[in-house]
C-alpha cells in the first residue's frame, strides 16, 4: 500500500512537471485506480507513465496522454461525452468523473464486458456502453458535446464529425501506423470546422466494423 500511494503521487508530480493545470482533471486521475484496469502481470507498473498491454493485442493509453487529451478537450459538468475504444474503461472512467454522461463504444466484446465489470465495481453509473464500430459513431445518442476517439484513424472518420455538437469539440490521432499521429483538435463552429495539432502521439489503429473473433 505504501508503495503504491508512493508511486501514484510521484505520477502526479510527474504530470504537473508534464504541464497538466487542470485540477478537476487531475482529481479524476487521483479518484481512479489505474491498478484496477490493467492486466495482473502489470500491477507494479500501474503508476508508471507509460502505456501497458490489455487483452486483445491492445493498449491502456500512458497516463500524460490521458490527462492531456482530457484536459484539451475542456469538459464541464453538464456536457454528453462519446468515447471510441473503450479498451479497458480507464479513459471512459476519468471522463465520467467530469461530465454527466459517457457513451463508450468498443469493437471487442470481450473488452467491452470487462470494461462494463470494472465500471459497475467502482460505482461508475454515468458510463452507457456498445459494442459496435464507433467510425460509425451512436447515432441514436448524436448530438454530442464532445468526442474522444483513443485510436489513430488513418482520416478522420466523416460521421463522427457529423454527430458533433454546434460548439462541440473532438479529439482524435490521426496518421498511418507506421509514422507518429499528431493528436488533432476538432472544434465546431455552425457549420464551420476548425482544425489544430496539438501534439504527437502513438496509438493504436482505429479499425472498421466489429471483431468476429471475439467471444
Ligand atoms: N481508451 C482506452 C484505450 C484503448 S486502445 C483505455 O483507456 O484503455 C484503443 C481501443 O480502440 C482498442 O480497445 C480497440 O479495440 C478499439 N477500437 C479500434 N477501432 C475501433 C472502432 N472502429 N470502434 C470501436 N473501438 C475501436
Same mark, same amino acid.
Given at each position: 500500500?505504501?508503495?503504491?500511494?508512493?508511486?501514484?503521487?510521484? @505520477?502526479?508530480?510527474? =504530470?504537473?512537471?508534464?504541464?497538466?493545470?487542470?485540477?478537476?482533471? =487531475?482529481?479524476?486521475?487521483?479518484?481512479?485506480?489505474?491498478?484496477?484496469f490493467i492486466l495482473p502481470a502489470f500491477k507494479d507498473k500501474a503508476y508508471a507513465n507509460a502505456a501497458l498491454p490489455i487483452e486483445k493485442g491492445q493498449t491502456i493509453s500512458q497516463p500524460y496522454i490521458v490527462a492531456f487529451m482530457t484536459e484539451q478537450l475542456k469538459i464541464t459538468q453538464k456536457m454528453k461525452v462519446l468515447e471510441i475504444g473503450?479498451? *479497458?474503461?480507464?479513459?471512459?472512467?476519468? @471522463? *465520467?468523473?467530469?461530465?454527466?454522461?459517457?457513451?463508450?463504444?468498443?469493437?471487442?466484446?470481450?473488452l467491452l464486458k470487462a470494461a462494463e465489470e470494472r465500471f459497475k465495481k467502482l460505482h461508475l453509473y454515468n458510463i452507457t456502453t456498445l459494442f459496435g464500430d464507433g467510425m460509425r459513431g451512436w447515432a441514436e445518442q448524436a448530438p454530442f458535446e464532445r468526442i474522444m476517439v483513443t485510436a489513430a484513424a488513418e482520416s478522420i472518420p466523416e460521421k463522427l464529425v457529423d454527430q458533433l455538437e454546434h460548439n462541440?469539440?473532438?479529439? =482524435?490521432?490521426?496518421?498511418?501506423?507506421t509514422g507518429v499521429q499528431p493528436l488533432v483538435r476538432i472544434t465546431r463552429t455552425n457549420n464551420h470546422f476548425e482544425e489544430e495539432e496539438l501534439i504527437p502521439t502513438r496509438f493504436v489503429p482505429l479499425l472498421p466494423g466489429i471483431d468476429h473473433n471475439g467471444d
Open positions: 500500500m505504501m508503495v503504491e500511494t508512493k508511486t501514484k503521487s510521484h @505520477l502526479f508530480t510527474e =504530470l504537473q512537471k508534464q504541464g497538466i493545470r487542470d485540477e478537476k482533471v =487531475l482529481e479524476a486521475m487521483d479518484a481512479i485506480p489505474r491498478e484496477k473503450t479498451g *479497458s474503461g480507464y479513459q471512459a472512467a476519468i @471522463l *465520467s468523473k467530469l461530465c454527466r454522461r459517457v457513451f463508450t463504444v468498443e469493437r471487442h466484446l470481450q462541440g469539440v473532438m479529439i =482524435l490521432p490521426v496518421g498511418r501506423q
